[in-house]
């Protein structure tokens, strides 16, 4: 039976990129919508989305952040304002000249990302260095015309969350922005068991209109490294194109000081290929729709159909989530199913069990096979989504670990990069350097690290000096 | 004080139009977008939102639905497909034919509703009357392009729930149709304490593509009535158009059965019109993002800030959400502010209190003052809360009862409208008496009510027969 859900699932080590596919589709996270480049997040996978939501959200507001919305629909003339960012988006976005029957007067763009709106906002609601820091975050939608898309990594249209500070000074502000680095980093160890390397990312590689970008780089399973949250520091760029100024306490004008930091769908993506396996997905209890799954075998023998509800019942009183299976379908269909949706933890119900006082259980992350009592299977399983979900970080922290290695030229970095690793070099931070990175390996600089130089000379070009830094370069998504 | 706050509304007697957008903009729930008739909503509007979904989202998973994600833009010839729908919403989408910097082949639309594109997906997925009911609901914004808008009334762009499902039988849909107006019946009198009629909308008010539509009508303080929400059946008018059809128990194919509903940002238009007064807001506690401030009086006397703060802590651990309100303004501001912004209790802590063992309170929507002991203070505030929940409805429902009249003539339903009222009147179903309503009154059928006529002819054309019914008649949002 095994074999039949396996066969339906390309070779995970020898086809990687059909494995994902293969995956998104047939477990119903995604389908693709009509327009290009669309997809549509089904129920799975939207379940997903808000178990990351509401774990995000809270840390959020935890910090001091409120949430609002602002309009889809942003003027082009805003757009045009801050010269890098329109440099930067405008290739990408959607236009709405159409609307109500008409030709609009000035042409509309669907929003790539809200800076420009909210800008606009901020410099009509900031008065005083009363109304400082206002931290505002929205969960919203937005579109970038791709020309490459994939479900969750790259698509038109995508959820996430941006958020959009105003300070005073530059320390706040930069400290805003590194703090948030940090709550994403910390949020994809605790809640998506993903360990990411954090830091600032190279010139080339920044935001659209930011002074500085940070990035938090996850490794996926095939070695490549996927950007999984940035955080951007403004300076006072926006807040000049877009005249945000404060009385300050000493009774002058002075312009605000921003950043902007967001998430998206793309991180179920980055769950999906940190974890899964030939069978599937491996899903984190913290975001895992249905935690576990409780299966009858021999559901017609007495007893059976009962006790596996009275068991589904006491495990959602403990706050966990629970799908009973009494689909008409034979119980090593529903194992394999339930394996492929990546259920953390599966519960069987059979006679012996009954009359043993036990369940047979099987964890997803190590398809370990265990009994547990009865009577204190709710608590057992309680804990288990704990250890479960620290074994996974543990795990993935081992993979990571294991793939990272240090590349004193650029002959090694070639060899580190085909062996589906991440490399760590020294770098002089000269744009020539990353261009030979991409241009000979197909590799990117993806984080400069906030540690000490492991060579007193660049990776790349072997020179000395002053501005040497340490960074992983790898092949990214 | 409280003078200077008041001067700053308008009269909600004499100009309650200019109420509204007074109170909407200065407690800060919303601002006006860049684009003609786009809406922020400001964090203190957004919260309202969210304590909406989170109330309404729990019920609508308890019943059965799930959530998912469809894409926002949709191929023009996707909307096309179904001639009445697209008849009704042409008008007024939106249109994108520039994306990428290339002119798209085949035009897109920005969703004004996702029947078109939701029904292409289940076109796909159903294939077996196992796969039945299906039942979905998406949280998303929507773009109808509106000539005239209000603040959460009317925007060119809003934020919604729309929820789609399909059944094998027409039976099953007609009672999901009716299950999911009484379920926004029973959420809008539960949590937004506004007692509402329901029942079917007229074959003119119809939604464009529906074989029978049904609203939630609220009277608003003005004696205008807000359509809060609707459902639809489709009967299968859409499974016809998009070919959804499954394969039933008996072998043979068939086509699928459907219905929508959805309520929208516009409850929060609702919540303000039907229970606020001159000084602004007043909201009930489910919704409330502030359920009870607490302001220090004599904020520099010994103790008064540390009691303050004790009995914030005190309160937010018996879960509420609680603000204490330390800034440098007087009291008597600081009273005026809360009030304006509709907080439902307000906690006064200062040295005579303290010396009594007391906190000093006011209940925004009786403007009542009071005194709780201190020791007992946050289970006292719990149990107000709901107190207020309930006092606020039963306020409400005793207004609409005093405002809705019989109209057994012409000359009486113009009377009942001119002074504010609904009319309930009977009606032959003619369209002619309806357009009669409309040209001689400005008033609408608002819905048609499931109560025996009152008399044995029509209101307006005193025509008799079997097909009389009772419905509300009223000038409306």
Same mark, same amino acid.
């Given at each position: 039976m095994a074999q039949q859900f396996v066969t339906q699932i390309a070779d995970i080590n020898t086809d990687f990129a059909q494995w994902y596919t293969d995956v998104v589709i047939k477990t119903q996270l995604v389908d693709y919508g009509p327009v290009k480049g669309t997809m549509v997040i089904r129920p799975y996978g939207y379940a997903i989305w808000e178990n990351i939501q509401r774990e995000l959200d809270a840390r959020l507001k935890a910090t001091g952040h409120q949430n609002a919305y602002f309009p889809m629909l942003i003027p082009m003339s805003l757009l045009n304002k801050e010269a890098e960012h329109v440099e930067g988006f405008a290739p990408e976005v959607a236009v709405v000249d159409i609307a109500g029957?008409?030709?609009?007067?000035?042409?509309?763009?669907?929003? @790539?990302?809200?800076?420009? #709106?909210?800008c606009s906002m901020y410099s009509k609601w900031i008065n005083s260095y009363r109304d400082l820091p206002l931290k505002l975050n929205q969960w919203a939608n937005v579109v970038r015309?791709?020309?490459?898309?994939?479900?969750?990594?790259?698509t038109s249209e995508f959820l996430w969350q941006e958020g959009h500070t105003v300070h005073a000074t530059r320390e706040e502000s930069v400290e805003e922005t590194l703090s948030m680095l940090r709550l994403y980093r910390d949020f994809? *160890?605790?809640?998506?068991? !993903?360990?990411?390397?954090?830091?600032?990312?190279s010139e080339k590689e920044k935001f659209a209109g930011a002074e500085e970008t940070?990035? !938090?780089?996850? !490794? !996926?399973?095939?070695? *490549?490294?996927?950007?999984?949250?940035?955080?951007?520091?403004?300076?006072?760029?926006?807040?000049?194109?877009?005249? #945000?100024?404060?009385?300050?306490?000493?009774?002058?004008?002075?312009?605000?000081?921003?950043?902007?930091?967001?998430?998206s769908t793309r991180l179920i993506g980055g769950l999906i290929m940190a974890h899964g396996d030939q069978r599937g997905l491996?899903?984190? @209890?913290? &975001?895992? @729709?249905?935690?576990?799954?409780?299966?009858? &075998?021999?559901?017609?023998?007495?007893g059976v159909s009962d006790v596996a509800e009275q068991v589904a019942r006491s495990l959602r009183e403990c706050g966990l989530r629970v799908e009973?299976?009494?689909?008409?379908?034979s119980p090593g269909w529903k194992f394999n199913e339930w394996e492929m949706k990546g259920v953390p933890l599966r519960v069987e119900i059979g006679p012996r069990d009954i009359e043993n006082g036990v369940a047979t259980c099987s964890r997803r992350d190590t398809l370990q096979k265990f009994t547990l009592p009865l009577d204190d299977l709710a608590r057992s399983a309680t804990q288990l989504m704990d250890a479960i979900q620290q074994d996974m970080?543990?795990?993935?922290?081992?993979?990571?670990?294991?793939? &990272?290695?240090?590349?004193?030229?650029?002959?090694?970095?070639?060899?580190?990069?085909?062996?589906?690793?991440?490399?760590?070099?020294?770098?002089?931070?000269?744009?020539?350097?990353?261009?030979a990175f991409k241009e000979r390996f197909q590799a990117t600089v993806r984080v400069m690290l906030d540690e000490a130089p492991f060579q007193d000379s660049c990776t790349c070009c072997g020179h000395k000096g002053d501005n040497l830094t340490v960074a992983i370069v790898a092949r990214a998504y």
């Open positions: 029957g008409e030709r609009l007067a000035e042409p509309v763009v669907v929003r @790539p990302t809200s800076e420009t #709106i909210i015309w791709e020309k490459t898309t994939r479900p969750f990594l790259r994809a *160890k605790d809640v998506l068991a !993903m360990p990411t390397f954090i830091g600032q990312k940070y990035g !938090m780089e996850a !490794m !996926m399973l095939d070695g *490549k490294s996927l950007q999984a949250g940035t955080t951007h520091h403004f300076g006072q760029k926006f807040s000049r194109a877009y005249d #945000i100024q404060f009385l300050d306490k000493d009774s002058t004008h002075k312009y605000v000081w921003q950043s902007s930091w967001g998430v491996v899903l984190p @209890p913290k &975001v895992a @729709p249905v935690q576990v799954v409780v299966i009858p &075998v021999a559901a017609h023998k007495q009973l299976d009494t689909r008409d379908q970080y543990a795990k993935s922290l081992a993979f990571r670990d294991a793939h &990272v290695k240090y590349a004193h030229n650029m002959d090694e970095l070639g060899q580190i990069l085909d062996d589906k690793c991440f490399a760590k070099v020294v770098w002089d931070r000269d744009p020539a350097c990353e261009a």
